[in-house]
């Protein structure tokens, strides 16, 4: 009995591509499983030939369990090299979207400087806009999307500005609102812009963070695969 089950159980293991321990603890179980269930069917009453066979045939086909450790093994040695793949292509991904938005944060940050000094040159040295001053400062904010909210105050030590002109950020683009401030010798400008940078910096973050969690899992699968064929 013990014979015939070895010669199944070495056929349906006969072209297993994976970790040799790990196919004999396989084959062991598997081994134990038909012997259990063989010893249960000859409690019933049945021959030690019927039992076996109908233990083989509960388990299935010689070929279609060939098949299916097969893909087994494959999914096995494959996962590791899919899982450091992904990690670095989030990686690329999101390491060129942050240089990308850098740069652009920075063509952005010498843009708005020439927006707050044209706007400190329009308000001048007075306390007061005038109406076509306001809205000469209207018009050149309109040309910016990321320009939150602008304050003009007579100098730095002033607590409350003269002038304020507010658009209302959208929720995620308040999250990453920033504070700029120019003097002039006629006045102080204050802008709270959407600072991109600090997305550009968080998606880094992001892909590092992401990296290094699935090299970590590769990194263990790889080392764990290591030690069971070093214990060989």
């Known amino acids: 009995m013990t014979r015939k089950i070895d010669e199944y159980v070495d056929q349906v293991y006969r072209h297993a591509k994976g970790n040799t321990q790990e196919i004999q603890e396989l ?9 259990e269930t063989v010893q249960e069917l000859q409690a019933d009453g049945i021959t030690e030939d019927q039992a076996v066979q109908i233990a083989k045939e509960r388990f299935g086909e010689v070929t279609e369990l060939r098949n299916l450790i097969n893909q087994m093994f494959e999914r096995q040695k494959n996962f590791g090299k899919w899982i450091l793949s992904i990690g670095t292509v989030l990686l ?3 390491v060129i979207a942050a240089v990308f938005i850098l740069i652009n944060g920075n063509n952005q940050t010498a843009e708005q400087a020439d927006i707050a000094y044209n706007i400190s040159g329009i308000a001048g040295d007075a ?23 602008s304050r003009i105050y007579t100098d730095s030590s002033s607590a409350d500005s003269f002038y304020t002109s507010s658009n209302d ?8 609102s920033t504070e700029y401030s120019y003097g002039t010798d006629e006045n102080f400008v204050v802008l709270e812009i959407t600072d991109t940078r ?12 992401g990296f290094i969690i699935l090299f970590s899992i590769w990194f263990a699968i ?9 214990k060989r």
């Open 169 to 176: 950020a959208s929720f995620p683009a308040s999250l990453f």
């Open 27 to 35: 084959k062991l179980e598997m081994k134990n499983h038909l012997l």
């Open 198 to 209: 600090i997305i550009g910096l968080l998606l880094l973050a992001i892909g590092f963070t």
């Open 127 to 149: 306390a007061e806009l005038a109406e076509a001053d306001e809205q000469k400062i209207e018009t050149l904010l309109d040309q910016t999307t990321y320009i939150q909210e």
């Open 222 to 230: 790889n080392r764990y695969h290591a030690k069971r064929n070093f």
């Open 92 to 94: 690329l991904v999101t």
